[in-house]
């Protein structure tokens, strides 16, 4: 499992589903609730680049998870994260309520905007506005600590140029088209 120093059973893998990491990880997070097993740990992105992340987050396979604080400085020390295309709502299997949401990006190297797109990808999932201030509205006066309801989970993980080498991630379709525009210019509607 990397170089994150879990103590797991042996044979465990770490593969949630979107509706997992908002509901049984991010909840709970923003709650101040203990999540078992605590496995995925808090770390600043932006000061590190995506193939940095080795040892840092909780690695399974070719894929990086990790808690951040929500913020619109996406830049680090190489290169900067840019998002793509619009937000996908990531909504429950049993009653298909909308918990949380799923934002797509991609790792650029050098400076925005003209730096060289790479093949790193990063899912940033979001409690939705309602349901992380749900969670303040109990609380009689303001807390002076960091509020918690702004925290995110990140998956990272590196695009194969090799489409026929299956990894183990299944994208959705969304996905696939997401990862397929570079240039909005180059889409030509129908007459």
Same mark, same amino acid.
């Given at each position: 499992?990397?170089? +994150?120093?879990?103590?797991?059973?042996?044979?465990?893998?770490? @593969?949630?589903? !979107?509706?997992?990491?908002?509901?049984?990880?991010? %909840?709970?997070?923003?709650?101040?609730?203990?999540?078992?097993?605590?496995?995925?740990?808090?770390?600043?992105? @932006?000061? *590190?680049?995506?193939?940095?992340?080795?040892?840092?987050?909780?690695?399974?396979?070719? %894929?990086? @998870? #990790? *808690?951040? &604080? &929500?913020? %619109?400085?996406? /830049? =680090?020390? +190489?290169? *900067?994260?840019?998002?793509?295309?619009?937000?996908?709502?990531?909504?429950?299997?049993?009653?298909?309520?909308? /918990?949380?949401?799923?934002?797509? #990006? /991609?790792?650029?190297?050098?400076?925005?905007? !003209?730096?060289?797109?790479?093949?790193?990808?990063?899912?940033? #999932?979001?409690?939705?506005?309602?349901?992380?201030?749900?969670?303040?509205?109990?609380?009689?006066?303001? %807390?002076?600590?960091? !509020?918690?309801?702004?925290?995110?989970?990140? &998956?990272?993980?590196?695009?194969?140029?090799?489409?026929?080498?299956?990894?183990? =991630?299944?994208?959705?379709?969304?996905?696939?088209?997401?990862?397929?525009?570079?240039?909005?210019?180059?889409?030509?509607?129908?007459?």
């Amino acid at each position: 499992m990397g170089d +994150n120093n879990v103590n797991l059973p042996p044979g465990f893998r770490f @593969y949630p589903t !979107d509706e997992e990491l908002v509901v049984h990880f991010l %909840q709970r997070k923003a709650a101040l609730l203990p999540c078992h097993p605590d496995v995925i740990p808090d770390l600043d992105l @932006y000061p *590190y680049d995506p193939w940095e992340l080795h040892g840092r987050a909780l690695a399974e396979g070719k %894929q990086w @998870y #990790y *808690y951040s &604080r &929500r913020t %619109q400085n996406r /830049v =680090t020390s +190489n290169g *900067y994260w840019t998002p793509m295309g619009m937000d996908e709502a990531v909504v429950t299997s049993s009653s298909n309520k909308r /918990v949380g949401m799923k934002k797509h #990006y /991609v790792f650029h190297l050098g400076e925005g905007p !003209d730096g060289n797109r790479t093949n790193w990808i990063m899912h940033e #999932y979001r409690l939705l506005d309602s349901a992380s201030s749900s969670s303040r509205s109990s609380r009689r006066k303001p %807390q002076p600590k960091l !509020d918690h309801s702004k925290w995110v989970i990140c &998956r990272v993980y590196e695009r194969d140029n090799d489409n026929d080498d299956d990894d183990g =991630t299944e994208l959705s379709c969304l996905d696939e088209v997401f990862l397929s525009l570079d240039d909005l210019d180059e889409i030509s509607l129908p007459n």
